[in-house]
């Protein structure tokens, strides 16, 4: 029995979505189309938001705990050093949306020292992890109202009613994830925030421009966890569209593009081939890659820029002694009825 403090926010779609036995089950007409889409153009690319189906997400989850892999310890020893002045940013029964949840962990060490949180909307893709990690969250905070929200959270959502009244609603987007946008896309996603949050705050994670060395290490780990995760969406593509992708023969390559200031992922063809996505084929040439996902970095300046072009007024910034990752404080405007 689900705890009385979780319920499920969002339309049919993702409501049926949740309660399937498949929980992409409603995505599958999505994945088929922008795959067949991706494969098509002359530089083949998938969106990374197909990486993360219930093992994708798992994943995920052991990359974060790799000792290549910086970004999630940096950024949870700032939340860490800063929660108690966060907690006083955002006030007495605020309502915490977090976009992109994931396992839900970060926000922990905010919730552990907030004033009465009105309630925290956990936003994600995945629906079976998503539902997994939200109960284990209601189990853990019983007095919060814990109401997940299964959707692409890049679109407008369909957001839970009645807002705290006596509290704000604060975004909570860590892991750098605005790195996975392109530049316009970025700014489309933060100008919808700042229409989401409006009156409230929005409190962004974002990975810093540094050594390109321990960029090429964080997303080449030893153990190939990584790896992994980028073939991953060809696993999913096997199993939900009846692709024929040859793993081995699908190289993981990762590097730093620093004339972009981003990380870029591929999977590489090793060999000439024909894969086949509902009857159709898409030929590969030898060292013909995949692109499946673009990590941005950013600078403190640049990341106020951006902000300020979606409509928001930065506020703090904490960092790490090494200044490897920030975490930005950004109030969203309020905007004024014409009726």
């Not at 925030?193 to 060395?213: E, F, H, S, Y």
């Not at 930065?314 to 490897?324: I, L, M």
Request: proline content about 6%; charged content about 20%.
């Amino acid at each position: 029995m689900m705890k009385a403090n979780l319920a499920y926010a969002g339309t049919q779609e993702a409501l049926d979505a949740v309660n399937a036995d498949d929980a992409s089950v409603s995505h599958h007409s999505e994945f088929f189309f922008d795959l067949q889409q991706g494969l098509a153009r002359q530089h083949k690319s998938i969106s990374p938001k197909y990486f993360y189906d219930a093992p994708g997400s798992a994943l995920f989850d052991q990359i974060c705990t790799l000792p290549e892999y910086y970004p999630t310890r940096t950024e949870l020893s700032i939340l860490q050093r800063h929660a108690l002045e966060i907690a006083h940013q955002l006030g007495p029964h605020a309502e915490i949306l977090e976009f992109g949840a994931g396992s839900m962990q970060k926000v922990r060490v905010l919730l552990d020292v907030m004033d009465r949180p009105a309630r925290y909307v956990p936003i994600d893709i995945s629906g079976e992890h998503t539902q997994e990690a939200a109960l284990t969250m209601a189990n853990a905070y019983p007095h919060l109202q814990v109401e997940p929200l299964i959707a692409d959270y890049t679109q407008d959502l369909v957001l839970p009613p009645d807002m705290p009244p006596d509290g704000r609603r604060v975004g909570f987007f860590p892991g750098s994830t605005l790195g996975n946008f392109e530049p316009l896309d970025a700014l489309r996603f933060m100008r919808m925030c700042a229409r989401t949050l409006q009156g409230g705050a929005l409190i962004l994670g974002a990975d810093l421009v540094k050594n390109p060395d321990l960029l090429h290490a964080a997303y080449n780990d030893a153990q190939g966890v990584t790896a992994d995760f980028n073939r991953n969406v060809l696993v999913r593509a096997n199993r939900e569209l009846g692709a024929d992708f040859q793993l081995a023969q699908f190289a993981h390559s990762a590097f730093y593009n620093a004339p972009l200031q981003r990380i870029e992922m591929h999977l590489m063809s090793t060999c000439q081939q024909v894969v086949h996505i509902g009857g159709k084929p898409f030929a590969f040439a030898q060292g013909e890659t995949l692109h499946t996902e673009n990590s941005y970095k950013f600078t403190p300046d640049g990341l106020h820029q951006l902000a300020q072009r979606a409509g928001f007024t930065p506020g703090q910034v904490w960092t790490d002694p090494e200044n490897k990752f920030c975490l930005l404080w950004l109030n969203a405007p309020t905007y004024r009825s014409h009726t």
